[in-house]
């Protein structure tokens, strides 16, 4: 494979803008803006639905906490690090915001929950995530970046929310996953881009089949948690799979430098 592409920068419009493009082409039952205004939560099982839909959430968030504490000593690179400190101290703000919220609303207690998500996500990843440098790329890959879509589309058609969750994560959360997105990305530019196109290849390959593995291992979770976030929010879920197969794709064509039609078939998430 060779890298042939001229890319524009990547940034939030870009997200969009693409995202917009694979509707188009692949569902455009999905709206491109919001069709009407979620309501609040009222009955004591929307309640409970979202509980499991928020801990689910704070579990991701705490698991990253945990990714990035294990690996940071292990890369001695001070640009990585600094950027893993910023990205440790906001997923932990927005886990515990998170159990803070939960445990206002219900009365409980949410971490015991919480730790158990968390031991589901270690064991269906296993040591991918701190296997090695490129292992923890195709990481952050997953749990950065191949969700963009599925946040953008959720956005969009929520039909019920949490205010103050709501407010939380459009001023606090929604910012700084931006941050954490063009952190991995300009760290993995940082490396690839002064590689020779023969280390280019095999980083390449090398990235490709640790993603492809954390597809797999990933697959059943996401169906889960899919389904999670349309009973608690109403978010419209039908065809999704398609939408993130081909942002997946885009993902990694943008990251290796190769045009889209060069890139092996892929795992899907419905598989």
């Not at 997200?15 to 309501?39: C, G, L, M, Y």
């Not at 890959?141 to 709501?166: C, D, G």
């Not at 009973?231 to 081909?246: H, K, L, N, P, R």
């Amino acid at each position: 494979m060779t890298a042939t592409l001229t890319r524009p920068a990547w940034t939030t419009d870009f997200e969009i803008e693409t995202i917009d493009k694979i509707i188009a082409k692949q569902a455009p039952n999905f709206p491109t803006t919001r069709v009407q205004e979620p309501r609040q939560l009222t009955t004591a099982e929307e309640f409970e639905k979202f509980y499991c839909f928020r801990i689910g959430g704070a579990a991701h968030d705490l698991y990253i906490v945990q990714v990035c504490s294990k690996i940071i000593d292990q890369i001695p690179d001070p640009d990585l690090q600094l950027f893993l400190s910023r990205q440790i101290g906001d997923d932990g703000a927005h886990a515990q915001f998170t159990r803070q919220r939960v445990w206002e609303l219900s009365g409980q207690d949410p971490t015991e929950k919480i730790v158990q998500e968390v031991q589901n996500h270690w064991e269906f990843m296993g040591d991918l995530p701190i296997r090695n440098w490129l292992g923890f790329i195709a990481f952050e890959l997953h749990y950065e970046l191949h969700i963009v879509a599925q946040l953008i589309l959720n956005s969009r058609t929520t039909k019920i929310v949490e205010p103050v969750t709501s407010k939380f994560a459009s001023q606090t959360i929604l910012p700084d996953e931006a941050v954490h997105r063009f952190g991995v990305l300009a760290w993995w530019q940082s490396k690839y881009d002064k590689a020779t196109p023969k280390e280019k290849a095999e980083i390449a390959a090398q990235l490709l089949e640790l993603d492809e593995e954390g597809q797999r291992r990933r697959n059943p979770y996401l169906q889960k948690h899919w389904q999670i976030v349309h009973d608690a929010t109403g978010a419209e879920i039908a065809g999704i799979g398609v939408i993130y197969d081909a942002w997946r794709r885009e993902v990694l064509s943008y990251f290796l430098d190769i045009p889209i039609a060069e890139l092996p078939q892929l795992v899907s998430v419905s598989e």
